[in-house]
């Protein structure tokens, strides 16, 4: 077995504004770091489009409703201040959930040992009821319910390292007993949220921010006393990565100081955990990162260290 890796060339045609961090160039810059010869093996699957009511397991109908009835039908529509639609966006953001919920299928049944699903938009910044920070629906949180709902998946992980809290995410699971949502960020940052006092009704928020310019042995430090330590108390059968790659040091939308091995670094501390406690299995979902090169390089060293490297 290998690890799976799941796109789909519909996360180029959520189109935004020239000079908009998160284009479409994002994924163009993952597909070609993952063009080099030593990631030949990873087994690629298109990611399937999924009915749009997969999105009401993290969002109520209503909300999914009115984001489905907000794509225009030329130009781009503005969402909030800095989160929009084109005419591709719905159809990238199906596929973007059809392909995280069709990775959960795969590792929950024993096809994979892990996935990573590299779609556009991101959206861990996506609540309950709002769009924001880029995001329209919350695919990871999506994965979680899926796993949940379809595999019974008793406890699940969502760990999150995008260099901006995942709010969204929080939301959702705040009153979840049986979601562990752990976050590395760095704060005070976009979008203000991620405090330590922030825990859920069930004490199963983590938030562990950073200031800036932290750097990588920082970050280490940081992530395994705050993280590992309450995943292992947690014992997930499933670990769910929100793979934001923005706190690269290249990165323009914040200041932490991150380079690549601290990203397979993590990885790997997470797949021993997941060896140990969910049977290997790992599904990371694409979230941030906004330099392109710094991007790339990450992706690599987080599909290498997947791959068992």
Same mark, same amino acid.
């Given at each position: 077995?290998?690890?799976?890796?799941?796109?789909?060339?519909?996360?180029?045609?959520? @189109?935004?504004?020239?000079?908009?961090?998160?284009?479409?160039?994002?994924?163009?810059?993952?597909?070609?770091?993952?063009? @080099?010869?030593?990631?030949?093996?990873?087994?690629?699957?298109?990611?399937?489009?999924?009915?749009?009511?997969?999105?009401?397991?993290? %969002?109520?109908?209503?909300?999914?409703?009115?984001?489905?009835?907000?794509?225009?039908?030329?130009?781009?529509?503005?969402?909030?201040?800095?989160?929009?639609?084109?005419?591709?966006?719905?159809?990238?953001?199906?596929? =973007?959930?059809?392909?995280?919920?069709?990775?959960?299928?795969?590792?929950?049944?024993?096809?994979?040992?892990?996935?990573?699903?590299?779609?556009?938009?991101?959206?861990?910044?996506?609540?309950?009821?709002?769009?924001?920070?880029?995001?329209?629906?919350?695919? @990871? @949180?999506?994965?979680?319910?899926?796993?949940?709902?379809? %595999?019974?998946?008793?406890?699940?992980?969502?760990?999150?390292?995008?260099?901006?809290?995942?709010?969204?995410?929080?939301?959702?699971?705040?009153?979840?007993?049986?979601?562990?949502?752990?976050?590395?960020?760095? $704060?005070?940052?976009?979008?203000?949220?991620?405090?330590?006092s922030e825990r859920g009704n069930h004490d199963t928020i983590v938030n562990v921010p950073l200031k800036a310019f932290d750097d990588g042995a920082v970050f280490r430090e940081a992530f395994e006393a705050g993280i590992?330590?309450?995943?292992?108390?947690?014992?997930?059968?499933?670990?769910?990565?929100?793979?934001?790659?923005?706190?690269? %040091?290249?990165?323009?939308?914040?200041?932490?100081?991150?380079?690549?091995?601290?990203?397979?670094?993590?990885?790997?501390?997470? $797949?021993?955990? =997941?060896?140990?406690?969910?049977?290997?299995?790992?599904?990371?979902?694409?979230?941030?990162?906004?330099?392109?090169?710094?991007?790339?390089?990450?992706?690599?060293?987080?599909?290498?260290?997947? $791959?068992?490297?």
């Open positions: 077995m290998t690890t799976l890796y799941v796109s789909h060339p519909a996360a180029l045609d959520h @189109a935004v504004p020239v000079g908009h961090p998160e284009r479409p160039a994002r994924i163009k810059a993952v597909e070609q770091a993952l063009e @080099a010869e030593r990631f030949s093996t990873l087994l690629r699957h298109l990611a399937p489009r999924a009915e749009l009511s997969v999105a009401e397991l993290a %969002h109520p109908a209503s909300y999914v409703e009115a984001i489905a009835a907000a794509v225009p039908q030329e130009g781009l529509v503005q969402i909030d201040s800095d989160t929009l639609m084109s005419p591709g966006s719905l159809e990238a953001t199906l596929r =973007a959930l059809g392909g995280a919920t069709y990775a959960v299928d795969a590792v929950m049944r024993g096809e994979n040992p892990n996935a990573f699903v590299a779609m556009r938009p991101p959206g861990h910044h996506a609540e309950k009821d709002r769009a924001m920070g880029f995001c329209l629906f919350n695919h @990871a @949180a999506v994965a979680v319910r899926h796993a949940r709902k379809a %595999h019974g998946a008793t406890r699940v992980a969502l760990v999150d390292w995008d260099v901006h809290h995942g709010n969204g995410s929080q939301d959702i699971f705040w009153d979840d007993a049986n979601v562990l949502y752990a976050s590395t960020h760095q $704060m005070p940052l976009y979008p203000g949220t991620g405090s330590r590992v330590s309450r995943l292992e108390a947690f014992a997930p059968d499933l670990i769910v990565i929100s793979a934001g790659f923005d706190a690269h %040091h290249r990165d323009p939308l914040a200041n932490l100081q991150l380079d690549e091995s601290d990203f397979g670094w993590a990885t790997r501390k997470l $797949m021993e955990l =997941a060896d140990r406690h969910a049977g290997g299995r790992i599904v990371s979902v694409l979230e941030g990162g906004y330099d392109l090169e710094g991007l790339s390089r990450s992706v690599a060293a987080h599909v290498d260290a997947l $791959m068992g490297r």
